[in-house]
């Protein structure tokens, strides 16, 4: 069974820093690609980023590109998530996702992910 825990939220200020970590288990990391999305009240889920099995390639919202970056280190199942130049529009809870099937496509697509996280709060003051 694919398990698939956040960690990293929290509170920062506009302009902050933080670092979201993922930690998966289950099934083999490496052999899959892996995403965050991220929820904020009274809106639909939406994409951030997603990241290739190897981790050469990547995929970021426009929203949230040269500011985030995800990355993975597949030696220990974990996924990360970078939050530089924190915004007041960025503040959500943030899920870690993975596919169900093995691909080089990064999808943007909340339904071509399988397993979720419980998500990790990020709040950003003003």
């Known amino acids: 069974q694919v398990q698939l825990v956040e960690s990293g939220g929290g509170l920062v200020q506009t302009g902050g820093s933080l670092r979201l970590s993922c930690s998966a288990s289950?099934?083999?990391?490496?052999?899959?690609?892996m995403g965050w999305f991220r929820q904020a009240p009274g809106k639909e889920r939406e994409f951030v980023a997603a990241?290739?099995?190897?981790?050469?390639?990547?995929r970021y919202a426009d929203s949230v590109k040269g500011r985030f970056t995800i990355s993975r280190d597949n030696a220990k199942n974990t996924l990360y998530l970078q939050m530089n130049s924190l915004k007041t529009e960025d503040p959500a809870v943030y899920y870690c996702?993975?596919?169900?099937?093995?691909?080089?496509?990064?999808?943007?697509?909340?339904?071509?992910?399988?397993?979720w996280g419980q998500g990790t709060q990020v709040t950003v003051s003003s």
């Open positions: 990241i290739s099995k190897a981790g050469i390639t990547t």
């Open positions: 289950g099934r083999t990391f490496s052999s899959y690609t």
């Open positions: 996702t993975t596919t169900s099937r093995t691909t080089i496509v990064l999808f943007t697509a909340r339904d071509e992910y399988a397993y």
